[in-house]
């Protein structure tokens, strides 16, 4: 479902703007509608942090014909910029506590952007994005406070491959727990 969504997206948002999308988050916003949070590049490598509201509106039957309104006429009326802010004007991301299982983190601009994601995981693997784009783009490492580091820059063993690496190295550690807790304790005699 998300490929669809990513591509219809690009389709109508970001290729007429001549950008690419990287990466897209659902949030929680207060309005009607769904909303996205996604970070793109454009063709001059400046990367941008935007809003995006779904709202899909049914057609007005009165205005026309039926056969001029099809269902990916309407989609493509639904999306919306809400607001737009460059990667280079955001000077901390906060993830609040790292200690709780929180979807929700702050971008600091000229003025604080509070985000709710709809998981945890969905804010680390934004937060993943916005890392690497800063690093490749804006030649200045992010300001990240807040944030479980493990997640976020993983070992050079493991390199970064996301939530799945973090768990298969969770369950290696359980197995070798089964193990030791199995072998046999020699006794003194």
């Known amino acids: 479902m998300s490929s669809l969504l990513r591509e219809e997206m690009q389709r109508v948002l970001f290729r007429p703007a001549e950008q690419r999308l990287v990466e897209f988050i659902e949030i929680e916003e207060p309005s009607r ?3 996205f949070l996604c970070v793109s590049v454009g063709k001059n490598k400046v990367v941008q942090l935007c809003i995006v509201r779904c709202q899909i509106s049914l057609p007005n039957l009165k205005s026309g014909p039926k056969k001029f309104h099809t269902k990916r006429s309407s989609i493509q009326d639904c999306y919306r910029r809400t607001e737009i802010w460059s990667l280079q004007d955001l000077t901390l991301i906060d993830g609040r506590d790292p200690d709780v299982d929180d979807p929700c983190f702050l971008l600091h601009f000229d003025k604080v952007r509070t ?29 990240l406070r807040n944030f479980d580091w493990a997640y976020i820059k993983p070992t ?26 199995m072998c046999p304790v020699p006794l003194d005699a």
């Open 33 to 35: 509608g769904r909303h």
């Open 115 to 143: 985000v709710t994601a709809t998981s945890c995981s969905a804010k680390y693997s934004f937060v993943r994005a916005l890392v690497a784009l800063g690093d490749q783009h804006c030649q200045r490492p992010l300001n």
């Open 156 to 181: 050079s063993f493991y390199s970064n491959r996301g939530d799945c690496v973090v768990l298969s190295q969770i369950c290696f550690y359980a197995f070798n727990l089964v193990c030791l807790s």
